[in-house]
Structure formats: C-alpha cells, structure tokens
C-alpha cells in the first residue's frame, strides 16, 4: 500500500499581508508531513486552521512565504512557467461546492473535455471521446453529457467535478471538502467512488474536511491541524481510537455522535471560546487558550513532538504523560 | 388573550392534515402530503430527512412563512384550541417571535446588517410587550447573556459584521428567546458551523429549553445532531412522515427503510476503509412523486404491495408508514463499527 514519498512537505508556511497593517496572517505556520504514494491522507481542522491554504499549497494554487514542497522529489515551484503548468496535470484539487466549480455556460461534457484541451491530448474526437468514458466512469451516463450544471443535483455535479480532474490521468488529487455539501446518502455514493477510483488509478488523496466521520473512513495517515500547524499526526485508526493531543480528544468528543444515550461516550470535553486569530496566535503552544490542561508551561515555550505511540506524534507538553487520562477521569467524576 | 381551554393532557402543538401547494391551479404541486404530528410542552423533536424532503416547508408554514401568493396551505395547526393556519397577518404576528420562534442555518443571512444586534433585540421585544426603550435594553442584554455571548452590553450595540459565527448563532439564538417563545423551530442551526462550536450551541438550546420548558424542533440531516438533543425522531420523505418514534428507540431499531437507509450511510457506523451502504437513486420531485409508497424505487425491501399508496400506521409506541414493517426487521445503529 505505502511507496515512496509522492508528497514530502517540509516548514511550509504561507503568510498573507493585512492591508493596512504590518501584520500578516499566519495561514500556514510552519508543517511538515509526507504523503506515500497511492494512499489517503487526511486533513482534520476547525475553520481559520489554514487546511484549505495547505491544500492549495499542495497543489501550486498558492506560493510558500517559506519552506518546501517536493512532488516525487522535485520542487515545483522551481520550473518555469510552462513546465509548471505541464507539471500541474499531476496534481489536481477538487473543491467543496460542486455548482461554483462548473462553468454554468459549458456543457458537462465540454467542462471535463476542457483539461484536456488545453494540454491538447490528442484529436478533438478522440478527446471528446476520452471525456465520455470517464463521466460514464464516474456513473454519469450519456443522456446527461450534454446537459447544462443547472440541470444536475449536487452529488451528479460533484461527479462531474471528480470526471474533470480525472481526465488528465493525475497522481495526486486534494480534496477540499468535497462531501460537506452533500446529503449522507450521497456522501456515502460519493465517497465509495473515491475509494473505487484510488484503486483503478492508483491515486494518491490529500482529504481535507472538518468532519472526523468522514477523515476516520478514508484516511490512512491523519493530521489534526490547528491555528496554521499541525497537533497531532498519525495511522488513521489511533488518532480515532486513541487521541492524545487535547484538542484531538476534544474534536472527537464534540462529534454527536447517532447513537442513543446509553451507547454514547459521556466522555465530553468542553472547549471554551473559539479560534484565536491567526494574525497574532498565541505563545508557546497556539490550544492553551481554550486547552482545559493548560499549564504555565505552555505559555512560555512551544511543545515539542513527541511520539505517543509507535508512529504517532502529538505537539503537547503533556502528551502521552497520563496528565490527560488522569484529568478527563476527574471531569467525569464532577459532571 | 389566551384561552382558557387548555387542559392538561393538550399537547403544546398539533398539526394534523397539513398539506402545502406551490404554484397555482393546474401547475401546482404538493410539496407537503398529509403532515400531522404533535409537540408537548418543552419537548425536544427532530425532524430528519434529505434536502427536498419539506422539512425546512413545514417549519415555515408553521411560522406563517411561506408567501401567501404562490402557496397553498391547507389543514390544522392548533395552539392554544386555535387553528394557526386561520388567523389572519395581524393575529399570525403576535404568535411569531412570541409564541413559536425560529432560527435558521446562515445567521448572517437572518440578521439585519445595518442595526446592531441589541437593536434587533429589542425591536423584537417592543413589538410584543408594552415596554420602554431602556427597559428593551436591559432585557436585550439579559437575552445576550443568557446565550452566553461574552462582554453582553458592549455587544448590544456591535453589528452582525463583528461577529464570529457561532457567536452571530447565540445572538440569534437570543432574539428568537427573547421573548420567550413556547415553541422554537432550529432549522439546521449548527450545520456552518465547527463541531467544537456546533457542540457548545446544541449544550446551549438544551439548557435553555429545559431550564424555560421551551418545546424545541429541530430540522437536520444530522441524526448524530437528533442523537444528543431530541427526544423524538420524525423522519420524513418526499414531503410525508415516514416514521415517529422515540429517538433511542427508533436509532436501535428503525422500522422504516428510508430511516434505517439514512443511519446505515454514515461513515461512523461502518469499518474503515469498508463501502458505505448508500441509498440509490435520489428524492423524487413533487412534479413526478411516486403512485404508491413514495420511497418504493429506492427501497431494497419493496414488495407488490408497495405499488399501493402506504398510511402512517400507529403501533402505540411508534408510527410507521411502510407496508412491510411487520416482516422486516431493519440494521439500526447497534451493528456500528466497534471502536
């Protein structure tokens, strides 16, 4: 299942100025990770965590203020314009509203024709026929190619969507929340899709969502990402089973979960307040303000990873000390 | 100006027979097919179902919302012995705001953005009380603080603009509470927001509603949402109830198709990496609605007898439209992924 490195991401930051004002936006703060070749990686974080400018970053959308991003080894901001754009059909994203996605004046058919066009991938038959075979891929089939976006339901455009990032044969596909908009029947039709097509192509996924249900499903390696860096890092099924940074633990905790009362964890962990801005984010580690557990420490100095478990890190001064499980038994005990 | 009527047994609400009609004579459709239910006092009710089911359809006609010109609205809704849907737009005002608020997905979209968010308040409260301008205040940042929106009367008179969304949600949340309604309608109230955010203002409306016996209706397409903060679980499709049933109960054991389908798709109650057991095919429009049971062509279990036209059967404890519910037995949420 795990190759080599198709993604390897090192301090990447991106910074956004504040018109106005010296200050910039820390949208993206410093992260590191690598994606294996043919796997899921998912990106779980609240609005404002930078997820949706990595995913951006990842796919040449927008250049690192600082640090580096390789595909397959090479840096792609380091080749010049049109063998960055060759390079581009490699890595594709995939965006969260199916309908602002597609040109509402092109036909279906001509939106997924439309990469290939412009990488002119053969005769305009033999593209136009290239077209087709992947919307009926992807279970749209030919009575609907000629139709308008208007005339399609979300989850049929967001078909449409995975078609058109598709047709280019790409190794790498971010996708940026591509399941919020849709009803659970659909997301489930769509996410079945996605774990279908990873075979048949070998695909690589970077999943970006704020839902732990569904990062949880697809994922292999997870991420939980907060105020532009990353907390905590690790397999898939540890991070859900077994969080240790806090502000893992309260995500988990605040997923309702369909469940009735007495099969429900009264594990809660309440968090207070929201977000802190990311112009100027807080000292030493970016949760204490809203960490139940925050000490002294974690003003004065930013925690360090460390290894919770074999493969898995969390950035917290108490990590995988016990401290957590200790205190979370006494919330229990008071509520 | 309340009735004397009222005994002890009458629920707060009572819809019965409601149907609504969009567009006029030939051309019109029925969005909403026979809808009856009933909400007691302080109870907490969810109504679940896809987009273009008519949830967010009935929580408007209960409000008196949908336009009066292209609608068509037809049946009962009683509240204190009167029938809502025959008051006129004077008598319809004093019941919104005052007795059944609502609050909806987008607050930036519900609240006004050239007044401040007290000044919104305090309309409200001035429409419906004989009180004075600085009382209004006052009350108003009573309300801000019962929401939990920190530094209330500095807020009072900050705009929609400078808020954050979860806090625009509480401010929300405080002008439709504001006068202490007996009914509020949450019409996806949590879904553009962070769980972290969405988990704080579920705790909110719970303790609100039991600490004021404000009887809450809450329309999602999150049964995890209807999990924690409902009693009773309406499902509906294509514009009818399909079940009702005490939520524990019918998150176990669901008897109708479309009920246990919508639970089986979540990515929470399944293995890893497994294929999610969707429901095929999508929600009929109202233009072309089914002859018989409405969710037969996407049904796995459809019989011959699902050609027919299916009433909500009563079963005592639950109520069920489906005609095969006493051969089937249904995966509800007890065959999750074990942890």
């Known amino acids: 299942m795990s190759g080599e490195a198709l993604v390897s991401v090192s301090g990447l930051t991106v910074h956004f100025p504040v018109r106005g004002s010296r200050e910039t936006v820390k949208a993206v703060d410093g992260v590191d990770f690598t994606v294996a070749a043919g796997t899921t990686f998912g990106v779980i974080g609240e609005s404002g ?255 360090p990873w460390r290894e919770t478990t074999p493969g898995r890190f969390a950035a917290c001064h108490f990590a995988g000390t016990g401290t957590h499980a200790t205190l979370s038994e006494h919330e229990i005990l008071a509520s | 100006m309340m009735p004397e009527q009222i005994n002890g047994n009458e629920p707060l609400l009572r819809v019965s027979g409601l149907n609504v009609h969009f567009g006029i004579g030939a051309a019109a459709v029925r969005a909403i097919a026979d809808v009856g239910f009933t909400v007691r006092k302080g109870e907490r009710v969810g109504i679940v179902g896809e987009s273009g089911c008519g949830k967010t359809v009935t929580g408007l006609a209960l409000m008196g919302l949908l336009p009066r010109h292209t609608t068509h609205v037809t049946g009962q809704m009683l509240m204190d012995g009167r029938n809502l849907l025959e008051l006129g737009p004077r008598a319809m005002q004093r019941v919104r705001g005052r007795q059944i608020a609502m609050i909806f997905q987008e607050p930036m979209n519900a609240l006004d953005p050239v007044f401040t968010i007290g000044e919104q308040i305090s309309e409200t409260l001035r429409a419906h009380f004989r009180i004075g301008r600085a009382e209004a205040r006052d009350r108003a940042v009573a309300a801000l603080e019962a929401v939990g929106i920190p530094l209330p009367a500095r807020r009072y008179s900050e705009y929609p603009h400078q808020l954050s969304g979860g806090m625009r949600q509480r401010a929300m949340i405080a002008i439709a509470l504001a006068c202490e309604p007996r009914l509020l309608i949450a019409d996806e109230p949590t879904t553009a927001l962070d769980v972290t955010i969405q988990a704080q203002i579920i705790d909110l409306l719970l303790e609100l509603s039991s600490r004021t016996e404000t009887a809450l209706l809450f329309i999602t397409h999150d049964l995890g949402v209807v999990a924690s903060a409902c009693t009773r679980l309406l499902t509906m499709y294509a514009g009818e109830i399909v079940e009702d049933a005490d939520v524990d109960a019918a998150l176990v054991a669901p008897r109708h198709p479309y009920t246990s389908g919508l639970l089986r798709s979540l990515p929470r109650l399944t293995p890893r990496k497994s294929r999610l057991p969707s429901i095929a095919g999508q929600v009929p429009s109202p233009a072309e609605m089914p002859e018989g049971c409405r969710f037969a062509p996407r049904c796995a279990h459809r019989g011959p007898l699902c050609a027919n036209p299916v009433p909500l059967i009563d079963l005592g404890d639950r109520r069920v439209r489906c005609a095969r519910h006493a051969e089937l037995t249904l995966p509800g949420c007890a065959e999750r992924r074990l942890a």
Do not use: W
Request: one cysteine or more.
């Open chain 1, 49 to 303: 965590s930078g997820k949706s400018t990595l995913g951006r970053a990842l796919v040449c959308l927008q250049y690192p203020t600082a640090g580096r991003i390789l595909h397959a080894g090479r840096d792609p901001f380091s080749l010049p314009g049109a063998a960055l754009r060759r390079h581009r059909r490699d890595y594709q994203i995939i965006f969260q509203d199916p309908g602002a996605a597609l040109n509402p004046r092109m036909t279906i058919l001509d939106s997924v024709r439309e990469p290939l066009d412009i990488a002119r991938a053969g005769s305009a038959r033999e593209r136009a026929q290239q077209a087709r075979a992947m919307l009926d891929r992807v279970g749209i089939g030919g009575m609907m190619h000629d139709r308008f976006p208007h005339e399609l339901s979300g989850g049929q455009k967001q078909r449409v969507n995975i078609a058109r990032a598709l047709t280019v044969r790409p190794r790498l596909i971010v996708c940026d929340e591509v399941v919020a908009a849709l009803d659970v029947s659909i997301q489930a039709d769509i996410l079945n899709l996605f774990a279908d097509l990873q075979q048949d192509f070998g695909l690589t996924y970077v999943f970006i969502t704020h839902d732990l249900a569904v990062v949880t499903h697809v994922s292999d390696m997870i991420a939980v990402m907060y105020l532009g860096r990353f907390v905590e890092i690790g397999p898939a099924e540890t991070i859900h089973g077994n969080p240790t940074h806090p502000y893992t633990m309260a995500l988990l905790s605040a997923e309702p979960e369909p469940l009735p009362r007495a099969m429900r964890s009264d594990r809660r962990i309440m968090l207070r307040g929201e977000i802190p801005s990311p112009i100027a984010p807080p000292s030493g580690c970016r949760f204490r303000t809203r960490c139940p557990y925050a000490e002294p420490i974690c003003a004065a100095a930013e925690p």
